[in-house]
């Protein structure tokens, strides 16, 4: 691996390259010394939507698209959903290692100290209109927290890092719920910290005239589930995000706003609901040939199918489908399931979607869950953004630990007037 080289002829003037390789890959500046003329600019990479190329080094999160496999600091996707909690899983993503028992109850205690709010965030919050999209009550209510806490501008403190990641991660949840609220037209409700965070988490948005809510068991760890599922994945469009908005040294409550605007795009968070949207449209089990169709003509994309690295069906997908039967032994049948089944079946056995690649992805199912325990469709990137979070400040640590990054600037290929002679009002 050392002593890898590529060598590169430049048929323009003859002139041979060699150009070490790091890690397997051509790093983009050693391109730069390949020129025609000694004063021209050097070779570029052109690579819209970083298609191939890596942007950072990072050892919190592996994916294998072609294979299917998801694994957070060496674990498989698939054990940690299945032994570990929301916060010992946010402890390993955050810290590179799984906790023992008084890391993992000091972690809960700093993160349930945190759950409180700002009665002005509240207020603020209270102002939205009421039907005001829970997404954009969450980037804006998100990034107002910056102004509470104008000391999360030392980035380069490590303490300061570690206890704005403590209170991003809390209070997402509080946020996220008092959306909710919100939509409903219902007070907000305060977090129970003699409850576990997703069981909290279930008291903030669903408790009523109760003295105390009793969250239900089932619901509380398949929540739990999907919130692992969807903690990180590696360098995707709200990472990115995050990576870049951090790269100029921003407060993380404002570059976590810019990760969570990421995530609402239908293409990337936001996709969840518009599965929900059109299985709506597809109605019943008959019309989903006729919709698969429809696809294939180029009149839309299924949602929830296709991602641009797994091309093997979604490991999170899986496990959600094995999750969902809990759920539906609680709350009763999706009967939107039936039709997102058949969907399934039809695509995976279709031509046009082989050829592709495309299988269910995490937001294929997730919806279906949340549907179910009763989440209203605008809801859901909220709930994949709670999770998410953790992996977005994990990423934004590294990043600024690493001696290696600057602030994020790319290239571009003008395309332009090169100079042109201005022209007076009158003379246009
Ligand atoms: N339905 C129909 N055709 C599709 C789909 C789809 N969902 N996804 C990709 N294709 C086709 C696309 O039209 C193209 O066909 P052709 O080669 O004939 O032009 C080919 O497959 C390759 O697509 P692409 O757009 O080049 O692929 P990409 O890697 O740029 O896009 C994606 C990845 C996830 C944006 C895309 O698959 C998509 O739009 N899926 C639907 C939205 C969705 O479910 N997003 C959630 C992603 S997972 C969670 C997350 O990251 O947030």
Redesign the pocket.
Known sequence: MENETLTITDNRTGKTYTVQLFKGAVRSMDLRQIKTETDEFGLMCYDP?FMNTASCQSSITYIDGDKGILRYRGYPIEVLAEKCSFLETAYLVLNGDLPNKSQLDEFTAEITRHTMLHENTKKLMEGFHYDAHPMGMLVSSVAALSTFYPEAKNVHDPAIRHLETIRLIAKMATIAAHCYRHNLGMPYVYPDNSLNDTENFMSMLWKRAEPKYEPNPVLARALEILFILHMD?EQ?CSTNAMRAVGSSLADPYVTTAAAIAALYG????G?NEQVLRMLDEIGSVENVPAFVDK?KAGKG????????VYKNYDPRAKIIKQAAEAVFGVTGKNPKLEIALELERVALSDEYFIK?K?YP???FYSGIIYQAMGFTTEMFTVLFAIPRAVGWLAQWQEMIQDPEQKIARPRQIFTGHWLRDFVPMEKR
């Open positions: 939507a994945h995707n239908p293409l990337h968070g996709a696809i994309r299924l949602m929830g199918f296709g991602h641009r592709r495309l992805n995490v937001d």
